[in-house]
């Protein structure tokens, strides 16, 4: 019904999977074996469905397959990398939501007056014509 409703659910999505993902890593698990178990958390189920928020977000999809340096450091990096990056898409959804959250209203408030700035000119002006045509009328009726 709303618009940004979709996009925001999208972004929410992939925050939870660079969340997940980045979760896994600290507590020493493989990026490969987290990363499934990611998809099944943001799908509901275990269809795979990392592809569709990998492809759809490059900045998610540089987080996951990036280089952050050696080894001994990437894990640690990459998964401060992805809970910064999940942030982000946390902050842009709720921005994106907000910003309709301004606008809606905005623009309910100007048809809401704009329809009743109508109504008063056309009720002054209409009985300020039927005036004006009584008192230019021939015979003056």
Do not use: C, H
């Not at 890593?25 to 943001?42: D, H, K, N, T």
């Not at 942030?87 to 910003?99: P, V």
């Amino acid at each position: 019904i709303f618009p940004g409703i979709r996009r925001r659910e999208r972004l929410l999505r992939q925050a939870d999977y660079a969340e997940y993902v980045a979760e896994g890593l600290r507590r020493g698990m493989a990026q490969a074996s987290v990363e499934p178990l990611a998809e099944a958390f943001v799908s509901g189920s275990s269809v795979r469905a990392a592809d569709l928020y990998v492809r759809s977000a490059p900045l998610l999809a540089w987080g996951l397959d990036g280089n952050f340096g050696d080894e001994e450091t990437s894990v640690t990096e990459r998964s401060s990398v992805l809970l910064a990056i999940a942030d982000s898409y946390r902050k842009l959804a709720n921005r994106y939501i907000a910003t309709w959250g301004i606008a809606i209203p905005s623009l309910v408030a100007i048809l809401i007056g704009g329809l009743a700035v109508l109504a008063y000119g056309l009720t002054i002006f209409g009985s300020l014509f039927e005036l004006l045509r009584t008192v230019t009328s021939p015979g003056g009726n």
